[in-house]
């Protein structure tokens, strides 16, 4: 049977154009393309969006809202793209709405220990004026010096600082958000303690763009603290006898800033990629910091490094050297990534089940032939376990999946999380009943429906 549409391609567009600033559409196929799809996770054939909006202000947004609920076309959130989940590609025919131009740091009040930004500022150049001023923006993702605020606040991105300063969600204090419906409201505040009404801010952190469009972010800022930082590696025979160590520091009273665990696996990686020879060690290597040592911390934290077998202890105070050691932390995924296909996993274990979540993995690869690459934020329990497979196999091989599943429901019986810290997106989002239960599933749902009911905001990610 013949169907007749009511509008075109042509029509969108122009009553696009004549909502937005005027040099904000952009319609060039390799444009459209090179924001619609993100680097190993979407294919060739779909996801194409129609326009990108890269909008100058929220008058951009309201505008693009405005023509997406008119032709009911989804609206892709988008700001610095770095996004593993799916949670910024092109859908067909849709509107990806950037938020990248809005770049502006609006203010600095160290009085007020906060800022005041827009979605597009990234991460690390925040970090960097705050501390021209003697404060520090603490969450601080591997994709730090990429990744932007408000991406950030859409993934309630965590990072190597969690441990000690918490993730994206512990440091908002308040937002402004564009509704789909074009209502512009103010959720939270400047102070540091809020308990008026329901928590909003906190609903919109972690969204991922299917609640509203983040236009606004006022973040907490702290004092760089006093003292001399530490910051060191050692050395276990297996990652699980270094989560049972990095059990232990946890618990101490050191307060440390980073416990990153490496794999014996991924540090040949790493002196693959730096030209180092940390491997010749045959260990997992954990790298730590302390942004207040004191003599009394650092004696405890060799002794209980050397309880749980960790050797080749160094301990550094050199500035160069310590932003060497977070480079290389950093370096961990291109080295892996190299030269092969990859998937990284985000899980999140309570503290007590990281060790046995270690050993579980090394049994699953060893079990399924399979490489996997395995290191992560072991001071708060989250793991990032990368599978591998050869670049000339295009189709995610059959083993990898089987793993993949396995690792989710051990995750979930151990009581962890199976998105840590990356989000949900399209990867995840048919896991929503199996980790949340159907009662809150349907809640879920709910909440989507009473703010976007024409479901015309980033849909089918998050929850399916």
């Known amino acids: 049977m013949a169907t007749f549409a009511a509008f075109s391609n042509t029509d969108i567009l122009q009553d696009l154009r004549s909502r937005v600033s005027a040099s904000a559409v952009v319609t060039d196929p390799a444009e459209l393309k090179k924001y619609s799809y993100s680097e190993n996770m979407t294919g060739e054939g779909a996801g194409l969006a129609l326009a990108i909006v890269e909008a100058q202000n929220t008058a951009d947004i309201q505008g693009a809202l405005a023509t997406a609920r008119k032709y009911h076309i989804p609206i892709v959130p988008q700001s610095a793209h ?15 709405l950037s938020t990248i131009t809005m770049n502006h740091i609006l203010e600095i009040s160290k009085a007020d220990s906060l800022a005041v930004v827009e979605p597009g500022v990234i991460n690390g150049d925040l970090d960097q004026a705050a501390r021209k001023q003697g404060m520090f923006y603490a969450p601080d993702p591997g994709s730090k010096l990429i990744s932007s605020i408000g991406g ?19 440091n908002i204090l308040g937002l402004k958000v564009v509704l789909a419906d074009g209502r512009e409201i103010k959720v939270g505040g400047r102070t540091l303690k809020q308990a008026f009404g329901y928590d909003l801010t906190q609903l919109f952190i972690g969204s991922e763009g299917t609640l509203g469009i983040v236009v606004e972010i006022t973040v907490k800022l702290l004092p760089i603290p006093l003292g001399t930082p530490v910051m060191g590696m050692a050395f276990f025979p297996t990652m ?9 520091i946890r618990i101490s009273g050191i307060g ?29 290597m954990l790298i730590f910091r302390i942004d207040s040592s004191t003599a009394e911390t650092e004696a405890l ?21 310590q932003a060497d050691l977070q480079q290389m932390r950093r370096d961990m995924l291109p080295a892996v990534f190299a030269g092969q296909n990859h998937i990284m996993e985000d899980m999140a274990l309570p503290l007590s089940q990281l060790a046995p979540m270690m050993d579980y993995i090394a049994e699953l690869g060893a079990q399924l032939g399979l490489k996997i690459y395995t290191a992560g934020h072991a001071g708060d329990g989250n793991v990032h376990p990368t599978l591998v497979w050869p670049a000339d196999e295009k189709d995610v091989p059959p083993k990898i999946v ?3 599943q396995a690792m989710f429901h051990k995750t979930l019986a151990l009581g962890g999380t199976i998105s840590g810290e990356h ?7 048919q896991w929503n009943n199996a980790e949340l239960g159907p009662d809150v599933d349907y809640l879920q749902h709910q909440i989507k429906a009473l703010f976007d009911p024409m479901n015309i905001l980033n849909p089918k990610r998050k929850i399916n």
């Open 256 to 284: 440390p800033t980073m416990l990153e665990a490496l794999d014996g696996n991924t540090v040949a990686a790493l002196d693959t990629y730096r030209h180092t020879h940390y491997a010749d060690n045959n260990e997992s």
């Open 240 to 248: 699980t006898q270094l989560a049972e160590a990095v059990a232990a």
């Open 402 to 404: 089987e793993a993949l």
């Open 301 to 321: 934290l060799e002794k209980m490094l050397t309880t749980h077998q960790g050797t080749h202890i160094s301990v550094t105070t050199d500035p160069q050297a």
């Open 152 to 170: 950030n606040v859409s993934t309630n991105a965590g990072g190597m600082s969690t441990v000690r300063y918490g993730a994206t969600k512990d």
């Open 82 to 96: 770095t996004s593993t989940v799916i949670v910024a590609d092109g859908i067909p025919g849709s509107i990806i």
């Open 423 to 429: 989000a949900v997106g399209m990867i995840k989002n």
